[in-house]
Antibody, heavy 121, light 107 residues
């Protein structure tokens, strides 16, 4: 079964750090584009970051320089390292697989269950 | 960055009604648009990609149309499980962006 399972969420003080993990099964993380998407309480979806199959990365302006996306190929796991956290980073964080067909993006077809991050003193 | 504007933000409807949601892009994105459904407390689910292609397993009452800068999602006959929030997403270039969402609730 194709599945993503996240872990690592929690309560952290402003300025603190947290690392989210996203373990994949049923497919290979390293041969796919993988994204993180977040959703603040009562708000819409916000795309955060992507790691390409080739290893390149891209970030939303709101997190660039503070967040870092990576993966561990042998563990088939995606990570999001979050530093210098702010209250506005409070959200449910989802990992998702970016689907491509013949070089064209086809949407995020597999999602994790979400990890809750609360930034508060 | 490409901005997406959905309308309406809220839609009240009854079971069996036809519902249409519009998504406008700030620049031409050809057909590089997806639609998602998010039921309350649930994970987003991909409904449509490439503006009009139904994701496997999605009921045929959902249809997508449009290209360029204007797109629509239509639910032909609203079912109880369709009361949810709907988001468009542009897949033309990173950073991916989403519309602000449309919540469909019970009239």
């Amino acid at each position: 079964e194709v599945q993503l399972v996240e872990s690592g969420g929690g309560l952290v003080q402003p300025g603190g750090s947290l690392r989210l993990s996203c373990a994949a099964s049923g497919f290979t993380v390293s041969t796919n584009y993988m994204s993180w998407v977040r959703q603040a309480p009562g708000k819409g979806l916000e795309w955060v970051s992507v790691i390409y199959s080739g290893g390149g990365t891209y970030y939303a302006d709101s997190v660039r320089g503070r967040f870092s996306i990576s993966r561990h190929n042998s563990r088939n796991t995606l990570f999001l390292q979050m530093n210098s956290l702010r209250a506005e980073d409070t959200a449910v964080y989802y990992c998702a697989r970016d689907s491509f067909l013949r070089g064209l993006a086809r949407g995020m077809d597999v999602w994790g269950q979400g990890a809750t991050v609360i930034v508060s003193s | 960055d490409i901005q997406l504007t959905q309308s309406p933000s809220f839609q009240s409807a009854s079971v069996g009604e036809r519902v249409t949601i519009t998504c406008r892009a700030s620049q031409d994105i050809t057909s590089n648009l997806a639609w998602y459904q998010q039921q309350p407390g649930k994970v987003p689910k991909l409904l449509i990609y490439a503006a009009s292609t139904l994701q496997s397993g999605v009921p045929s009452r959902f249809t997508g149309s449009g290209s360029g800068t204007e797109f629509t999602l239509t639910i032909s006959s609203l079912q109880p499980e369709d009361f949810a929030s709907y988001y468009c997403q542009q897949l033309d270039s990173y950073p991916w962006t989403f519309g602000q969402g449309t919540k469909v609730d019970v009239k």
